[in-house]
Structures are given as C-alpha cells and as structure tokens.
C-alpha cells in the first residue's frame, strides 16, 4: 500500500540559537501550544554552533513538532548565517522568524498566516510584550515561569512598562507602519513574518554582519526599497523573556553595524538612523524625519555659491596636484569660477533635488555627489583636503546635529573651513 504524501507546511519558523538551551526550550514549548494541526507548522532551528545540549533538546520534541535542524561550526557570533541556513530548509510559502526566548501564545501562528492570506507582498511585524532591553519588567520573571503566556498577558497587557517598546510610534501612525517614512527601522527578528519568496528575493540577511544588532533592520531596508510593505499585527504577540544582557559590548556592535549599514546604503534616511543610534534613540527617527522635510522646504531657496567660492577662491590658481574638496551644503547653484579652480569636489546637500540641479549645471571638476546631511559618510578618514562646511545647515536639524557634522567634516578632511559662520 503506497503511503500517503506529507501535505507542506503552511509556516516555516526559523529559530537562530547559541548556546542557550533553557530559553529555547521555552520557545519550542510554546510552538507544541498552537491552536493550529502540528504538521502545518514547521520549525527550523538554525544552531550557530551550540555545544550546550541543543541538538539532543530539538530532537526531543519531535513527537510534538514538525522539526528541522540546522548547525554551523562556531566561529563567532554568525547570527544572520545561521537565519539564512535555517530559512533555505523552510518549505512553507510563509517564513516566520523568532528569536531564542520568545514565548507566543496559542494562537500566533494562526495570527501570521491570517495576516497573510490576502497574498499581499508585506512583512508582519509581531507585538512582543516585555522587549525593552534598557527597562526590563522584572515584575512577571516568576510568573512567565509559572503561568501560560496567554495569561501573564491577561494579567499585564495593559501596564505600560510591559508593552512593546514600539507601541508609542505605532499609536502615532494609528497602527499602521506604512503610514511611516521609515518602518524598516522596525523590522525586528524576535517576532515577524513575510512571504518565503520576498526574503529570498532579496538576498535574505547580510551575512557580512558578525556582531550583535542591526542586520535585521538593514534586512527590512532592502525589503521596502524592493516593495514589500510593512504591517504590525497584535494578535501576532509574543513575549520576550528576561535574560542577561551585555550592554556595553551591544552598544558598541550596534555601532559598527550601523556603520557598515551606512557604508551599504549611503543616504539620508540611513544616515538619520546612524545619528540617532549613536545617542541611543530610536523612537524619535520619524520626528527627525519630519523636521529634516520641513528644514528641506525652508531652505529650498537659499543660495551658497557666494560662500562657497568664498571658501575656495584659493585653490583658482594654486599648483600642484588637485585639491580634494568636499562641500556640506552645496545647494542649487556653484561658482562659476570652479571650473578653472585646480581641485576636485565632491558634493553633498540633504535637498535631492537642488544637489540635482548642482551636479546637473555644475563644472567638470565636479568628482561625485551624495545626498546626505553630512553627519556620517561612508568615506575612509582623511578622505578630503578640505571640507566645506555652509550655512545651508545653519537650520533645521543643526541644534541636534551640528557636533556630528563638524566632527565628520574633520574626520573627512585635513582642513574644515565655514563652520564658524554657522
């Protein structure tokens, strides 16, 4: 008698682990809870290198789940090699990923697939109750213990220090991140869901990231310039347990992972992310957004040429190699003058469409251009001769962001000229 084909999955769980077997246990038990059949959840363990039992641990629950395993040699922290090993065995048309120590209740899985049965191109973004690494709610650590998640939601779903530390700009947006300019930034691995066939498509997550931090939300960068929308579901929820953190050493993977971020995707947007995560904020990147639009309009007209050929007319006649010019603020329009100027410039501006019309209009000593604020660039230290530096950012975000960009213009360049003026 011939047996029966397997139906597929309808939801492929990855799972990244490392040595942290009590948590995963927890996670893998509340997967066995769903209200849903165990052969229409698939759950995928990708092991970066564990030696702490792990394997013998998922093996244990295949009575109670539809498992897969996957190991990579330890050789460091390879978290976004271990997603994307784990996401090439999934099976099922949707992808879920969880982080190690997330609990969900009954009926997450069921909340994910719901969310995708309209077949749009998005990814969803799960509420996790209890995520706030720099305030954790040490009033429910007994009771997460004790008590089916479902209930410590019941009992604290509504005490704000236990809520989602993004609920303050999703209630901004009436709940809906595509109502925001950058929803990417919330894009995290501890709890969300998109098509198989979109995070393939993209590539999956950048494995050139090797620190804690960031390689999820360069992911969902790459996803919303491809066009996959960005929703959150609450239903969808999950709780994150407590657990010991590193804080020092995160704050400064953070940080070299913002860098390459910026170094891969050179741009305003991405730049506001780095300024704002060097100071540890993430909540206010939209306000920031908001208030670099209105300065953009503000300044629309405001004209530099004079200043800049103020800051350059030395370099019209002076010998020897060209001079490597880089300009913070060039505006619409450049000095006529610096087409015989024995120098190359790059330029810089926030407002895409006046760099445009500079670049468009602009002599040909002009070497490249960037639209960015100047806070952090992608180039090497010591990149320029000289910075210039013009009032075009004496507005808008300067009160906040004028020390990030002095302290960029001197790391770019052997001499910074204008910023006294500013």
Avoid at 35 to 46: H, N
Avoid at 54 to 64: G, I, P
Avoid at 266 to 273: D, K, S, W
Wanted: hydrophobic share 40%.
């Amino acid at each position: 008698m011939r047996e029966e084909a397997v139906p597929a999955p309808r939801l492929s769980v990855v799972i990244p682990t490392y040595n942290r077997l009590a948590l995963l246990d927890r996670t893998l038990g509340s997967l066995a809870r769903q209200d849903l059949p165990a052969s229409e959840i698939e759950v995928v363990v990708a092991d970066d290198g564990s030696s702490d039992g792990t394997a013998e641990l998922v093996r244990s629950y295949a009575d109670r789940l539809r498992l897969r395993y996957y190991f990579q040699e330890d050789l460091g922290f390879r978290v976004a090699a271990a997603r994307n090993g784990g996401a090439r065995l999934a099976t099922a048309e949707v992808l879920a990923f969880l982080d190690t120590g997330v609990i969900v209740g009954p009926g997450w899985a069921r909340a994910h697939l719901e969310a995708h049965a309209d077949g749009r191109r998005h990814a969803v973004l799960g509420y996790c109750y209890g995520y706030n690494p720099a305030q954790p709610f040490r009033e429910m650590e007994g009771l997460v213990d004790t008590l089916p998640p479902e209930e410590v939601v019941r009992r604290f779903g509504e005490v704000p220090a236990f809520q989602d530390m993004r609920l303050p700009d999703y209630e901004r947006v009436g709940f809906d991140p595509g109502r925001m300019a950058m929803p990417w930034v919330f894009l995290w691995t501890l709890n969300f869901s998109l098509r198989t066939a979109d995070f393939r498509a993209v590539g999956g997550f950048d494995e050139g990231f090797t620190d804690w931090g960031v390689e999820d939300i360069e992911l969902g960068y790459r996803l919303h310039a491809d066009g996959t929308a960005m929703t959150a579901s609450r239903a969808g929820w999950g709780i994150e347990l407590p657990h010991e953190r590193a804080h020092d050493e995160a704050a400064v993977s953070i940080m070299r992972n913002c860098q390459r971020f910026l170094d891969r995707h050179p741009g305003v947007q991405t730049e506001l992310y780095w300024a704002v995560s060097s100071r540890g904020l993430v909540v206010p990147l939209e306000v920031e957004w908001d208030d670099l639009l209105a300065w953009t309009a503000a300044a629309a007209e405001q004209d530099a040429a004079d200043e800049l050929l103020e800051h350059t007319r030395d370099l019209m006649d002076r010998p020897g190699d060209p001079v490597r010019v880089a300009v913070f603020g060039c505006g619409g329009r450049l000095p006529a003058e610096w087409a015989s100027a024995n120098a190359r410039f790059t330029l810089c501006d926030f407002d895409a469409g006046a760099l445009g019309r500079a670049v468009d209009t602009g002599p040909a000593t002009i070497d490249g251009s960037l639209q960015v604020c100047g806070m952090r660039t992608p180039w090497p230290d010591r990149h320029f001769d000289v910075v210039v530096v013009t009032s075009r950012l004496a507005g808008g975000l300067w009160g906040r962001w004028g020390d990030h960009v002095l302290a960029e213009a001197k790391r770019l360049g052997g001499e910074v000229r204008g910023p006294e003026k500013i």
